[in-house]
C-alpha cells in the first residue's frame, strides 16, 4: 500500500475512548464511510488483499463488515453472504457460537449460503480478539466452504486474534495498531 493512502486511512479512523464501555477504545470508522475517495481506497485495498485470486463470495460479518463486504462483492460482481447475529436469519441456518470478554455470543449463517468447494473471503471492519472471525471461519468451513482470505480494515495486534484463526488461515489487514 502507498504511504499516502494508509495515511489517509489512518486520518479517517476516529478514536472514541471508553465506548462503549470504561477502557476499551472504540474505533470509530463512520469518518471514513463519509468521505468517498478514502472510502474507495479502503475498498481498493481491500480487495487487493487478494493478490488477483479468483473467489466466489464474500462473507460479510454482522454488522459493519456489511458496509465493507457488500461494496467489495458489487465491485467484483460476485455475492454477498451476511453472517448475522443470532435470530436476524430466517430460513435454514448453521450456527456458532463463542465466548466474549464477558459471556457468550452466537452467529448465523444460511446453509444454502455456500456449496462446497466455493472459494470465498470473509470481511469485518475490526480484528480484536478474533472471536468472531473464528465463528464465522468455522461457519465456512462446516458449508464446505474453501477460505481464501480473511481481510479486515483494522487489526488490534496487541489482542493476537491472528492466533485465533488458525494457521491455515491467510489473514490480512490494512492499518494495525
Ligand atoms: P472480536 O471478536 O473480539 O475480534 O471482535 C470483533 C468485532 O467487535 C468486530 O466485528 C468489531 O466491529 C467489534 N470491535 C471489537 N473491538 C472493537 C474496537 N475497539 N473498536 C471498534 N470495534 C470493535
Redesign the pocket.
Known sequence: MKTETLEKLQAAIRDIEDFPKPG?????ITPLLLDPEVFKLAIDELIATLEGQKVDKIIG?DA??FIFGAVIAHQMGIGFVPVRKVGKLPHDTESVAYS?EYGEAEIQIHQDAISAGERVMIV??????????AAAIELVKRLGGELVAASFLIE?DF?N?RELLGADVPVHSLLNY
Open positions: 476499551i477504545v472504540f474505533k470509530d460479518i459493519r463488515g466474549l469485518d471492519d475490526l480484528l480484536a480478539t478474533g472471536g468472531t472471525a488490534l489482542l486474534g
